[in-house]
């Protein structure tokens, strides 16, 4: 089954303890990327990957790491995590279109509460 | 820069009512446009595509029309469910950029 797969699914933590938040896809897609969804601000994109050790920031990236060794593992690295970076994480995987643009599949989401 | 601008929720509807969330978009380009839905305690979903102006995007009752000329894709169904119940969210990705920019999500609730 195509998916993307991410773990933990629910994390508590304390200030100042590094965590890593897992993410893979089996679907072969070159473009993988990092959102945070918060209450009245929708979805925001943290980090994006376009392939292999190509990463860029996106619009919240401030507090948070990437590495994309393998095409299929995409971990989001947060080094001293403070209580604003409470929020459910989302990962995605793109397939471009027919058209333009891309398509993107979605993980089923990280709740994690930073105390 | 892009943008998308949905109609702020909740929207409550009573079963089998006709529902309409307004999506309207700011792009450059020529984008791709897309609804997403979120269920209760899961990640986002494809719900429809298009991809060109005039095309009509459907899926499990839902439609929603490329509109050019109004810049909008408005997600309609005609008849709601109680398990339509979701968060649903207006997307673009324009040609050449794989960056998805999202509306703010409007929540849907649908009573017996």
């Known amino acids: 089954e195509a998916q993307v797969t991410q773990n933990p699914r629910y994390l508590i933590t304390v200030t100042g303890k590094k965590l890593t938040v897992t993410c893979s896809q089996n679907m072969n897609h070159e473009y993988m990327s990092w959102y945070r969804q918060d209450p009245g601000l929708g979805l925001r994109q943290i980090y994006y990957s376009m392939n292999v050790e190509v990463t860029d920031k996106g619009d919240v990236p401030e507090g948070y790491k990437v590495s994309r060794k393998e095409k299929r593992n995409f971990p989001l690295i947060l080094e001293s995590p403070s209580p604003n970076q409470t929020s459910l994480y989302f990962c995605?995987?793109?397939?471009?279109?027919?058209?333009?643009?891309?398509?993107?599949?979605f993980g089923p989401g990280t709740r994690l509460t930073v105390t | 820069g892009n943008s998308v601008t949905q109609m702020e929720g909740p929207v409550t509807l009573s079963e089998e009512a006709f529902l309409t969330i307004n999506c309207t978009y700011t792009a450059t380009g020529y984008p791709s446009l897309f609804w997403y839905v979120q269920y209760p305690g899961e990640g986002l979903q494809l719900l429809l595509k298009?991809?060109?102006?005039?095309d009509k995007g459907s899926n499990k009752g839902f439609e929603a029309t490329y509109r050019k000329e109004t810049t909008s894709f408005h997600l309609e169904k005609g008849s709601v469910q109680v398990s339509d119940s979701a968060v649903y969210f207006c997307?673009?990705?324009?040609?050449?950029?794989?960056?998805?920019?999202f509306g703010k999500g409007t929540m849907l609730l649908v009573s017996p």
């Open positions: 995605a995987s793109s397939l471009s279109i027919q058209g333009g643009g891309y398509e993107q599949y």
């Open positions: 997307a673009l990705s324009e040609r050449g950029y794989s960056t998805l920019t």
């Open positions: 298009a991809t060109k102006a005039d």
